[in-house]
Antibody, heavy 122, light 106 residues
Framework: EAQLLESGGGLVQPGRSLRLSCEASGFKFEDYAMHWVRQAPGKGLEWVASISWKSGSIGYGDSVKDRFTISRNNAENSLSLEMNSLKVDDTALYYC???????????????WGQGTVVTVSA | DVQMTQSPSTLSASVGDRVTITCRASQSVYSFLAWYQQKPGKAPKLLIYKVSNLENGVPSRFSGSGYGTEFTLTISSLQPDDYATYYCQQYNSRTSFGQGTKLEIK
């Protein structure tokens, strides 16, 4: 069964850093773009970052650009999100998400992990 | 950036009702539009991609239409399992989501 398993969330002070990880299984990870989407408590979905299958294309949402870095390791079927200079507004459930399209970049998102919670608070 | 606006934000409907949710884009996204369903405490689930294509396993009572800047998600006969929050997503220019439409029991 295909699945995505996030880890690395937790409580962190403003200005500090945190690294999220996502372990993929059950599908050919190296063929698909991957994404991070977050959801603040009681709020809607917000796109955070995307990376293409071979890391040739990368994109970030405006609110995280220059602070977050997405990366992937196809040999280990893993996706990461390095989050620096964290702000209170970054508090959210972070989802690891698989793209629908083989060897594309950003399309519809057909598989979501259960998410990992990041809380930024003093 | 492309802004996506859904209406209504909240919708009250009864089992068996025909329900329509609208999503408007601030600029044309052509046919690069998807719909998701999210239930409380759960991850979103892809329902429809490229305006009108049903994801595998999605009941045929769900349908989508539109082009350019205006899109609709229709549930032909509302079922108890359909009470959830629905989001549209454009993926023509990077990507962005609508603010969500909460479908409540009337």
């Amino acid at each position: 069964e295909a699945q995505l398993l996030e880890s690395g969330g937790g409580l962190v002070q403003p200005g500090r850093s945190l690294r999220l990880s996502c372990e993929a299984s059950g599908f050919k990870f190296e063929d698909y773009a991957m994404h991070w989407v977050r959801q603040a408590p009681g709020k809607g979905l917000e796109w955070v970052a995307s990376i293409s299958w071979k890391s040739g294309s990368i994109g970030y949402g405006d609110s995280v650009k220059d602070r977050f870095t997405i990366s992937r390791n196809n040999a280990e079927n893993s996706l990461s999100l390095e989050m620096n200079s964290l702000k209170v507004d970054d508090t959210a459930l972070y989802y690891c998400v698989k793209d629908t399209s083989i060897r594309g970049f950003i399309n519809a998102f057909d598989m979501w992990g259960q998410g990992t919670v990041v809380t930024v608070s003093a | 950036d492309v802004q996506m606006t859904q209406s209504p934000s909240t919708l009250s409907a009864s089992v068996g009702d025909r329900v329509t949710i609208t999503c408007r884009a601030s600029q044309s996204v052509y046919s690069f539009l998807a719909w998701y369903q999210q239930k409380p405490g759960k991850a979103p689930k892809l329902l429809i991609y490229k305006v009108s294509n049903l994801e595998n396993g999605v009941p045929s009572r769900f349908s989508g239409s539109g082009y350019g800047t205006e899109f609709t998600l229709t549930i032909s006969s509302l079922q108890p399992d359909d009470y959830a929050t629905y989001y549209c997503q454009q993926y023509n220019s990077r990507t962005s989501f609508g603010q969500g439409t909460k479908l409540e029991i009337k």
